[in-house]
């Protein structure tokens, strides 16, 4: 059996038999794959650190047939910054969900493994409040699975929109005051288009720069935004449902 080395990140873990865990890893070079490691529930398990959800790791793993087995792991970063604060957790806890429904087994995603790196580094190491970061985040994963939302044009006609903010769920994005008739749509509020204007098109490093006072617009564009993930991929969030 050959011994493969992958680096991933862990989305979650499951008991499995008396003393094994099945970890669910955001492989690299994998897409999602299921991994057994065996022994870990015993005490003083030493790779008891590579079934931790958020921790990127170095595994080698075996692979028979679909199954992988963990024989050997190497801790990259822990990211303990995320499980240490309850915001934190519960944001980035949703963006593993977002992973877990939307890459699949076998099927590797570059460009999304680096997203997630970069929205816990923003977290942990900016300081950046979880709730901008996750919607940095989802506007840029959405980007990338192919349902990017229109926030300066009318979805339909192109035209620029400027005052009324009226979102279109069928078009995926903002409407004009001429298409929107006869159409069912959303109003958004100043705040709210703000907010999803400037996360958007601040870079990664600018995001520190930016200044938001109402953490009800911040909460009301999270909904926005899961609501929109919801009618793309039929998925839910379950994560942040409480908090909303
Ligand atoms: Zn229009």
Not at 75 to 87: E, K, V
Not at 121 to 126: I, M, R
Not at 167 to 185: R, T
Request: glycine share 2%; aromatic share 12%; hydrophobic share 45%.
């Amino acid at each position: 059996m050959e011994e493969i080395k992958t680096k991933g990140i862990i989305i979650s873990a499951k008991d499995y038999l008396d003393s094994d865990k099945i970890v669910t890893i955001f492989s690299l070079e994998f897409g999602l794959i299921h991994a057994r490691l065996r022994g870990v529930k015993k005490s003083g398990a030493k790779l008891a650190f590579a079934c931790q959800p958020f921790a990127l790791i170095e595994f080698i793993v075996i692979k028979k047939n679909n199954f992988y087995t963990i024989i050997n792991a190497t801790s990259i970063d822990q990211f303990f910054d995320i499980t240490a604060d309850f915001d934190n957790y519960i944001f980035m806890l949703a963006c593993l969900e977002v992973i877990q429904k939307t890459i699949k087994e076998n099927d590797p995603d570059e460009d999304m493994f680096v997203l997630l790196l970069k929205t816990f580094k923003l977290v942990c190491y900016e300081h950046i409040l979880p709730m901008i970061a996750f919607i940095k985040f989802m506007l840029e994963a959405m980007n990338l699975l192919g349902f990017k939302i229109e926030l300066e044009r009318c979805a339909i006609c192109d035209k620029e929109v400027k005052n009324d903010f009226r979102f279109s769920f069928d078009y995926n994005g903002l409407i004009c005051e001429n298409c929107s008739n006869k159409l069912d749509y959303l109003e958004l509020s100043k705040g709210e288009v703000a907010i999803l204007t400037k996360i958007n098109y601040a870079t990664f490093d600018n995001l520190k720069n930016l200044k938001f006072l109402s953490r009800n617009d911040l909460v009301s564009v999270i909904s926005l935004l899961c609501k929109i993930f919801r009618l793309q991929t039929d998925e839910e969030i379950v994560s942040i449902k409480k908090f909303l």
